[in-house]
């Protein structure tokens, strides 16, 4: 059994798919690119397909991922280009390996957000995101099934920083302008309860008073390993490229114990 590795985005108007529309929208791709799936035991069976993460239905995202596991082998770009011809616009498969290690769930463990703020000066983001860095915690709530939960938003944020930036007409945009907009950049940890972007912007809120005049547009840039000497998320899959090009081991043994 073979098992394929997916990068794919929610882009555009995209982004408001739930979790359960791709689901479904990804099923129908497979058999339209007749991809040979393998599939679970039992009553009903289903495609043996695990998603990684999700991003929150309404986000935009250019760092997806999940695993498929085929019967027969196939080239990963081959398979690429067929299920991202299957795929409406936006969303795109974009990147695809062969897993030759364990543990992708594993390895997603912080992401890299854009936050869009159309209609907030810049300043004022600025000196909200200061505000927000120099506290010790910033409490905050989300209703969840359980009733409201209060927890700390400052802990898992491990970066925010905010710059100027102008959306132009001819960009991806999912709100395209050509007025300046307040952008943050934010890298936060994937912790236990989990911190998404709503809740930083509700930190900023508490702290500073920022209320922006229209919802953030959000976009996921990145998910991966946190390298903590760096400072950067670190792609997800790079280590089963390297695997893919390391030497056997049977020939890295023999190479070690050949006469000089």
């Given at each position: 059994m073979q098992r394929i590795r997916l990068?794919?985005?929610k882009r555009g108007r995209l982004r408001f798919t739930s979790h359960r529309d791709f689901q479904r929208a990804f099923e129908r791709a497979l058999r339209r690119a007749e991809v040979p799936m393998a599939y679970s035991a039992g009553f009903t069976?289903?495609?043996?397909?695990?998603y990684a993460n999700a991003a929150p239905t309404g986000t935009g995202s250019e760092a997806e991922y999940l695993e498929i596991?085929?019967?027969e082998a196939r080239?990963?770009?081959k398979l690429r280009v067929l299920l991202d011809e299957s795929l409406p616009p936006?969303?795109?498969v974009v990147d695809a390996v062969e897993a030759r290690t364990s543990g992708l769930a594993d390895r997603l463990t912080a992401s890299v957000w854009e936050l869009r703020l159309d209609g907030v000066d810049p300043a004022d983001a600025e000196r909200a995101v200061a505000a927000f860095n120099a506290a010790g915690t910033v409490e905050v709530q989300r209703m969840t099934k359980n009733?409201?939960?209060?927890f700390d938003a400052r802990s898992a944020v491990v970066d925010l920083e905010s710059s100027e930036g102008t959306q132009t007409h001819g960009s991806q945009a999912d709100r395209p302008t050509d007025q300046p907009c307040a952008i943050l950049r934010l890298v936060v940890r994937h912790v236990t309860p989990a911190v998404r972007p709503?809740?930083?912007?509700?930190?900023?809120?508490?702290v500073a008073d920022l209320a922006p005049p229209v919802p953030a547009a959000v976009t996921r840039l990145a998910q991966g390993l946190f390298d903590e000497e760096t400072g950067t998320v670190?792609?997800?899959?790079?280590?089963?490229?390297?695997?893919?090009t390391a030497p056997p081991k049977a020939e890295t043994a023999a190479a070690a114990t050949a006469p000089a």
């Open positions: 990068r794919y985005t069976p289903h495609p043996k397909v695990s596991a085929l019967t080239d990963p770009e936006g969303l795109d009733g409201v939960r209060t709503d809740d930083v912007l509700s930190g900023l809120r508490a670190t792609d997800p899959l790079a280590p089963d490229r390297e695997a893919a």
